[in-house]
């Protein structure tokens, strides 16, 4: 029997498409070679375009947790005020590099998990207070949650126009609705999320008043993630400052081309669409999702299992695992209660079919009593209405 491998279904690193993966297999070649630098050059221009930015973006080697402090450090003096919004454990995180950075860092957390912060609080926050910078996770992946974002920024240029916004786009650039105009100053995102590549590159836009306000700080402590060192490289890619990925930037470049090809609006309606159908079949099998209808993020999904089912997490997770799917545990206060799945970049009608059939084979197989095929019909229902 052939042995396959099991789709990756959580929430990052996301399927890879075989085109990116022979993009990334290419000979490699050096950074300084003209031809490459032509490729880099595309990609900027490619990523500064379609986000509608007016400053630069940035793509360099390194982990979606270091584009978030090459976010923050660029924007934010020590001593300087900072505002967390947290609906979960990467909320947290972007909190506590925050406050390693000595800014006076306060941790707006007023959600339960798989609850919001909602815009009313963050404007009650900033009022009371002078902060200079703002920090928001778009999509919350330990808890499934989409801030609305949208409303965030229609509240900040109308009532706090002054304070920088800094947004943690790991699990929703390139999935879910965002440009740049809007009024962020500063966007990150990393390779295996929404973009489909594997791991390896952060990337991260800088509005013009992001690049401003970086020009008058001091020297920073950090050298790899100063803006003053990669914007010449950015600006001119045939400048070198670290050496780029080379290979992990071809992967890139044809991430890009697919969502060119597909087009943004409609790579935004596919992922919710993908993401109703999902949790209709999971709702049609027994689960209950962790965050409500009205904030469940397009690109993540909490499913929680249902009260006194007898489900050992980790027991099921692996039986979902040797029947074909990896899902994901869930984090901090949600461990053990239920799992996670990823549904963003380049998935398509096969892979949700075959997710869904993994978790009724694993429901089965754990004794839980489930009609076969209850969340299949749902899902095949769903695509066929798409």
């Known amino acids: 029997m052939i042995k396959r491998n099991p789709l990756v279904m959580v929430p990052g690193p996301t399927p890879v498409a075989r085109s990116i993966q022979d993009a990334m297999g290419r000979e490699t070649i050096s950074y300084n070679d003209p031809r490459m630098a032509a490729d880099f050059k595309s990609l900027i221009e ?68 798989g609850k919001s912060v909602t815009v009313d609080e963050v404007d009650a926050k900033l009022s009371e207070k002078k902060f200079d910078v703002l920090v928001v996770t778009h999509v919350e992946t330990s808890t499934g949650v989409e801030f609305p974002l949208r409303e965030l920024m229609s509240m900040m240029r109308s009532e706090h126009p002054d304070v920088l916004v800094v947004v943690d786009g790991v699990a929703s650039m390139g999935g879910v609705e965002f440009y740049m105009d809007w009024g962020v100053d500063v966007m990150l995102t990393c390779s295996q999320k929404c973009f489909g590549a594997a791991p390896g590159l952060g990337v991260l836009w800088a509005s013009r008043r992001a690049l401003e306000k970086r020009e008058s700080m001091p020297l920073l402590t950090e050298a790899y993630i100063d803006f003053e060192r990669w914007a010449p490289v950015m600006r001119d890619t045939n400048r070198y400052w670290g050496t780029p990925a080379v290979n992990m930037i071809w992967a890139f470049c044809e991430a890009v081309r697919i ?51 007898g489900f050992d997490d980790v027991s099921f997770r692996g039986a979902v695992y040797d029947e074909g799917a990896h899902i994901a545990a869930c984090p901090g206060n949600l461990s053990g209660a239920g799992f996670r799945i990823g549904h963003m970049g380049n998935i398509d009608a096969h892979i949700l079919i075959s997710l869904v059939a993994s978790i009724e084979r694993a429901c089965l197989k754990s004794g839980y009593k489930i009609e076969p095929g209850a969340g299949l019909s749902v899902m095949q229902r769903k695509l066929m209405d798409m």
């Open 259 to 309: 969502i060119k090809e597909e087009g943004l609006e409609n790579r935004f309606k596919r992922h919710r669409a993908y993401a109703d159908a999902i949790r209709e079949s999971l709702r049609a099998i027994g689960f209950v999702m962790g965050a409500d209808e009205d904030i469940a993020a397009p690109t993540v999904t909490v499913a929680l299992y249902p009260e006194n089912s």
């Open 46 to 113: 490619d990523l500064t375009s379609l986000w509608r930015c007016d400053g630069i973006a940035f793509v360099v080697a390194g982990s979606g947790t270091m584009a978030m402090e090459m976010g923050i450090v660029n924007v934010a003096d020590e001593g300087e005020r900072v505002l967390v919004c947290s609906n979960g454990f990467f909320g947290d995180r972007y909190a506590d590099i925050c406050a390693r950075k000595h800014f006076e860092t306060e941790n707006l957390k007023s959600a339960k998990w």
